[in-house]
């Protein structure tokens, strides 16, 4: 087997994984009534301009004017940034507030990049309005705390298991990866013996 074909088959198994997996992960930015927008392949601005394909979803360059297609960047002016909160209260933010160094979501979404640590402060008093509603519910009526808490539980859980799911690909790819390289190095040794071998009975014959 050629070193230029197992490259071919390598490159082949990285990208048969990140398409697969990519449209898994979460969108960073959107509201989650707008996941279904951005679902499908072709998806149109919000102002009506053009098209974009999901590829171009958070890739750092505008292509809708009113920022649709950079809800997790700052490319886009017009853009919006939506922060979960979980725990919290949900916001939009500007797109110039995305990495600009300051902590505006309580939990720390908008400072991705890694250049300031944002601690997650939702839970633990990011917003005042959430300690002081109460958790007391009427009876005969269901409390609608104890409902977004339970919505906010499993929103968590999707998470945790969307980042299980990406770790374990992630591990599947190194060792498929790793397969292609050694079979590669086998049967160039291989080669190169039975070459070796055969240079030697030429000598003797």
């Known amino acids: 087997m050629e070193p230029s074909l197992c490259f071919f088959l390598i490159a082949l198994i990285s990208a048969f994984f990140l398409i697969t997996y990519s449209s898994a992960l979460p969108i960073l930015g959107i509201h989650p009534l707008d996941e279904k927008y951005y679902a499908s392949q072709a998806i149109k601005c919000k102002d009506g301009s053009k098209f974009f394909n999901k590829a171009r979803i958070n890739d750092n360059f505008c292509d809708c004017i009113d920022g649709t297609d950079e809800p997790g960047t700052s490319a886009c002016p017009a853009g919006k940034f939506y922060c979960k909160n979980v725990g919290s209260t949900p916001k939009f933010l500007f797109s110039s507030q995305v990495n600009d160094h300051f902590c505006d979501c309580c939990d720390g979404s908008d400072e991705y990049s890694g250049s300031i640590n944002c601690?997650?402060?939702?839970?633990?008093?990011?917003?005042?309005?959430?300690?002081?509603?109460?958790?007391?519910?009427?009876i005969g009526e269901v409390d609608p705390i104890d409902v977004k808490e339970a919505k906010t539980k499993l929103n968590l859980?999707?998470?945790?298991?969307?980042?299980?799911?990406?770790?374990?690909?992630?591990?599947?790819?190194?060792?498929?990866?790793?397969?292609?390289?050694?079979?590669?190095?086998?049967?160039?040794?291989?080669?190169?013996?039975?070459?070796?071998?055969?240079?030697?009975?030429?000598?003797?014959?």
């Open 157 to 205: 859980e999707d998470q945790i298991h969307k980042l299980t799911g990406l770790k374990i690909v992630i591990i599947l790819q190194v060792v498929l990866i790793g397969c292609v390289l050694g079979f590669c190095l086998f049967r160039r040794r291989a080669r190169s013996r039975r070459r070796y071998l055969f240079s030697c009975l030429i000598k003797m014959l």
């Open 119 to 138: 601690p997650n402060t939702c839970v633990m008093g990011g917003d005042v309005e959430y300690q002081t509603k109460s958790h007391v519910s009427a």
